[in-house]
Structure formats: C-alpha cells, structure tokens
C-alpha cells in the first residue's frame, strides 16, 4: 500500500508542497486504526528512545545507579544541549564516576539559541554531552557499568545493544529485518510502523511485570518531565506541556513519531515518507487532537499545524493543512 | 500524472526516505523530455529571480542607472547576507539615492556563517540587506525609480509588479492562476513546471530582439558572477563553479530548481513535491549529469547526490541515491 495524504502546505489560494505517509494507532489488543501502509518498514531513529531504555531499567542498572524520573527522560530524549541538558547528563556521568570522554555519540552545536550563541561567541566547541542523544548514551553506559561490558558500547554486537536489539524485537513482537547507524553513531534497528505502535500501546498497557514497570516508569518520566525530552520551543516539550502531562510523545529524524496515551490505553506511530519534520509535527497534532487528547487550538498545535505562517515582514503567507481523509 | 520518485535517502541496506517530483527539459521547440507532470501547477519562489529582472533591463532603467553584471547576478540572487553582498546591495542604493529603509524585503538573520556570527555576538539585528532578496528588491527599485511608482513597489497592483506578471506570463507562455505572497513579501505568480522549463529554453535560445538582448544578459551576469547568485558552499554557487560558467542555475524555496544551457539550447525546471531542498539539489545534480553538463564526480555534485553522509563521529550513516527511472 502507498503512503496517503496528510499534509500540506498552502499558499495563496493553492497548494505548494505536500506530505504523504503512513500512521498507525493501536490498543492492546492491535492496529484501532491505519492510514497509509501499516507494514511499511522504517528506520525508528530517536522515536524509539524509549524503547532503547527498557534494558537500563529492567537489568536493574538505573536503580544500581539510583536514576531519577529526570535522568530516565533524558535517556528517552533528543535534547536541545541547553545548560539544563548538559549540566544534568555531565553530573549523571560524574555519579557513575566517569567523564565526557567515556561518550560515543560525538559533538554537534547544540539547538538551544542560548548555548549556542555562548560557545559561538566564546569560540567554545560543543563537547559530547551537547549532543542531542547525549542522555541515552548515559543510559547505555550506566546499563554497560552494570553488565560489564566494553568501552565501545554501541557496536552492533556489544552486550549493550544486543540488550536493546532483544527488546526491541520483543515489543515491536517483529525480528527487525537489519540496522542503520543514527547520527549518534548507535545501531537503529528497523522495524514496520505497525509494530513501533503496537510497542507504543505496549507502554499505554503496561503489563504487570517487570517488563510493564520499566514501560511505565519511562511513560511516566517522559511526560512528567517534557523540558529534558526535548527543549523550550520545541514540538516534545510543547506539546506534552499543551497535554498536561496527560500523553507522552517523542520524534525521531526523517520525520517519525510516536505517542503513548496510557489514559486511553492507545499508543501512536507515525512516519511522513520524505522524511520532513514539519510534516510528523503536524501529522502528530491531528491524531491527538483527533483523539480529543490534545486541543486542536491550542497555541502549540497551532504553531504546528493550522497556524498562519509569517514572513519578515509579518505578513501571512501561508499554513500547514489537512489532507482530504486524514485523520478522519 | 503523478510526481514520480526521484530521490532516496539510503541508511544500512534500506532506503529511509522518498523525495518525488516533477521535472522537464526543454529546447527551443518545446518539451524534450519530462519526468512526472509538465503540467503541475507550482509557485516558481525564487527560481524565477531572473524572469523578475526581465523588466529592469527592457524598461532601459538597468542602464539608465548604470547597473553591472554583478549587480544584474544579485538581482537574481537568494544571496547568503555575506559582507560581499551586503555591501554591494548597500553601494547599489545609494547609487540610486535610496537607502536601506526604502526596501519592502523585510530582514532575517544571514545565511553565511561568518556574517551570521558577526552580528549575533556583537548584539545587531540583521537589516534588509541581509535578506536574500534584497538584491531582487534593489532591481524593484531600480525599475521603479524608472517608472515613477510610488513606495509600495510589492503590492501586486503596483506597476513595478505589473511589469514582471507580464514579462512571467510572456516568457512562460501561460495565463498565471494566481499569485502567492513570498517570503520577501513580493508576489510569486503560479506556473506550471513545463511552462517554467519553456521560460529557462527562452533564456538558453534567446531571440535577436530586445527580450532576448535582456535574457542573454542576465544568464551571462549568472554564470559570471556565481557567488553574487548565492554563496559560497551554496548549491548555485558551487554547481555553476564547478560547470566553469557555461550553464546557470537557480534554486527557489520548497524545492524548486531551474537551469538555462545557453551551449545546448535548453533549460530545466523541476518541482520536488514535498518541497526539500536536499532533493531538488540532488535531482538538479542528476540532471545536469544526465546531460553531459555536470560531472557527477566532481566534489560539488558528490556532496547533493551519491556521496557518503558522515555523522559528527565521521561515520558514514547514508546517502541520497537515485530512483530507478530517473533520469534515464
């Protein structure tokens, strides 16, 4: 099946650009509703943070190391390298007795205008821990203290990440066909978009086991903490502030996204084929305001979709729509 | 018709994401070859520049003010905000006896990194200059100083905006469907990709009169002038460098591209459906490859089509490929 329909962006009386994808939305029981192909195979990328987590908490590693609620959320984010992201996973290293230096996931300038402005202007270099993922990778180091592994904690094969492929198999309930490597240098394993909701509503479900605690307490890290998933201005935080806490949600590059919604028992997966971020926020805006979790007017899901877009000088230009059939 | 795929994004051993579109070549007779839909109605933004800057030559206002080839290449520029173009659209008004004030473009903070650096630690706001259109708009004023129009040359009822709807309509060979406003406020008037494609055959096949006299000079001021039509690390201006002037090339917003081959007689426009740039620089590659006039191996071409992606640990992640069928 092609991908549908789902966003689009006007201007004057006329269509400019358009976004096709696929999304899906399922309960405990399987696929509540499909847009697109369900099978489609995708590459998860940061959407499946959580997922990545479940090994740290379940090998009993996050207790060993007595991680907070914020610390699980900064394993679960994509964060915006703030001085509060930074400050957080270099104390988290330094409780675990190790440096910046024990990171893999490499330096990039980090999004957040202020830190990047004070190392631009102080001819500072980004160290690893502005890098968006630097949280997970503290989590996989505190999971690697706890089994023993290597220094090289995100080769394929090292005990880290066949922990995480081996969970994220089981929750997804598919063998992933294959990985890539993320832009933080850790294996993304493959998996379709039915079964990234189906491990989604795994976690709005959680089972009582050890299994369901660990997918609860990340669920509840996630949206109790929504400025260490994400960062101020952007779609995680905003969106999960909009929603009360109600709903966790997490992207991922190429235009992925995923909600759990554990009052509703439902969990979400979306990817937009061409891989554009503009169009996952909004596509996410529609299924929860579908789903009457999120306000469709809500100043945050305005701004992502429906939302006049301004030029310069102020003038409107155009918007973000619906595509005839998406979501209802 | 359909969009048809055109570019792939390739990470492990599985494509991640699709970019589709819209593509024609044509010569001085018509349609040579076309990929998708020739008759997909697009906003041309700013690949258009230099059908815009008809006007400013045929009036007699270019020379009337004096104007160079460099600053003809500006008035068909999207420029990064450099301090080369910066000062020469500066310089350019106060030729004219205006000054930064009498622009309509509006002021956005500066592509060029060191221009961008500059202002942000030194705590100044960019100023219209800075804005990529600012060289089309000091063409509007040139123009206008000639016709006699007031202030508001951006509205679409103004003569300056007349002039160029006629010389769009004219050369595109199309009754436009309409306008949208751009993100330098002034009108973009629709076309379809194969009336585009006509427009830039026109340029590549100028005709021995006064229009044609005008499309020469503006496709030479282009090809010369590379860094005045963008900056450097750009995608005009490391294409049309690396094609040693002979071809021009020109990108707009929501991933349009178009290019005139004075040598071959034709010209090129292309449409990605989902409006990223990533994908319509790697199909423009693709094109100009596919007609002898680019070297797919040259460093510029590699670094938007086939070369190796590399994250911030210099690990190879992916690439953009072609789709089987495009171009040949």
């Known amino acids: 099946m092609t991908p549908i329909p789902m966003i689009e962006l006007w201007r004057g009386d006329m269509r400019e650009s358009l976004h096709a994808g696929h999304a899906v939305i399922c309960d405990s ?7 697109g192909d369900p099978d489609a195979v995708i ?8 997922i990545q987590a479940l090994p740290l908490i379940e090998s009993g590693a996050a207790d060993a190391a007595g991680l907070t609620d914020r610390q699980l959320a900064l394993a679960c984010a994509s964060h915006s390298g703030a001085g509060v992201h930074v400050e957080a996973v270099g104390a988290w290293l ?3 007795g190790l440096a910046e230096a024990d990171l893999r996931c490499g330096s ?14 102080s001819d500072h270099a980004p160290c690893q821990l502005h890098n968006n993922c630097s949280g997970k990778h503290a989590g996989f180091l505190t999971l690697n203290r706890h089994l023993g592994g290597d220094a090289d ?6 005990p880290v990440q066949l922990a995480v492929r081996a969970a994220f198999e089981e929750v997804t309930g598919e063998t992933s066909p294959g990985f890539g490597i993320d832009g933080c ?12 909701a189906r491990a989604m509503a795994r976690f709005a479900n959680p089972a009582p086991d050890r299994r369901g605690q660990a997918m609860r307490r990340l669920t509840d890290a996630m949206r109790g903490h929504p400025l260490m998933v994400a960062g101020e201005g952007r779609a995680c935080t905003e969106l999960m502030r909009a929603m009360g806490g109600t709903v966790a949600i997490k992207t991922g ?3 992925v996204f995923v909600a759990i919604l554990p009052e509703r028992g439902l969990g979400i997966a979306l990817k937009i084929t061409d891989g554009a971020t503009r169009a996952s926020e909004a596509a996410i805006v529609a299924l929860l305001s579908h789903l009457g979790a999120l306000a469709g007017d809500d100043p945050a899901a305005r701004a992502r979709l429906g939302g006049q877009i301004v030029n310069c000088r102020g003038r409107a230009t155009g918007e973000l729509r619906l595509s005839a059939g998406f979501p209802a």
């Open 185 to 196: 240098s850790a294996p993304n394993w493959a998996c379709t978009v039915g079964g990234l």
């Open 94 to 96: 330094e409780g675990l």
């Open 29 to 35: 029981r399987g696929v509540v509703a499909a847009w």
């Open 153 to 158: 904690y995100i080769e394929p094969d090292h």
């Open 253 to 255: 590059a190429e235009a």
């Open 108 to 121: 990039h300038m980090p999004g957040d205008p202020a830190e990047n402005r004070r190392l631009t202007c």
């Open 43 to 50: 590459y998860p990328r940061s959407a499946c943070k959580m």
